[in-house]
């Protein structure tokens, strides 16, 4: 089992920046890839960028140019920054990961942390 608890989440202005935090425990050596989904009031479940342990990583067309994921191995940790924060940017934050046989972040998932743009 991997366990992941997401931090940093805020009210922020637009235009503004938060850097999301996610610690991963447990069974690490099974994670390969990790992302972060967000969810806004009234819509699905979106997936907003992914890295994986090499380093690769991808994002939402709606985010790209603003938001940067990262990870650092060594102290099993993803990170979101987010910049230029616009209000349709509201929404809760998940941390997740997936399994080395998966390739999209679905197995294990954090509690959510909620990010507030204000216009």
């Known amino acids: 089992q991997v366990q992941l608890v997401e931090s940093g989440g805020g009210l922020v202005q637009t235009g503004g920046s938060l850097r999301l935090s996610c610690a991963a425990s447990g069974s690490i050596s099974s994670i390969n890839i990790m992302g972060w989904y967000r969810q806004g009031p009234g819509k699905q479940r979106e997936l907003v960028a992914t890295?994986?342990?090499?380093?690769?990583?991808n994002y939402a067309d709606s985010v790209k140019g603003r938001f940067t994921i990262s990870r650092d191995n060594a102290k099993n940790m993803v990170y979101l920054q987010m910049n230029s924060l616009k209000p349709e940017d509201t929404a809760v934050y998940y941390c997740?990961?997936?399994?080395?046989?998966?390739?999209?972040?679905?197995?294990?998932w954090g509690q959510g942390t909620q990010v507030t743009v204000s216009s």
């Open positions: 997740a990961a997936g399994r080395v046989v998966n390739f999209i972040p679905n197995d294990y």
């Open positions: 890295i994986i342990k090499g380093g690769s990583t």
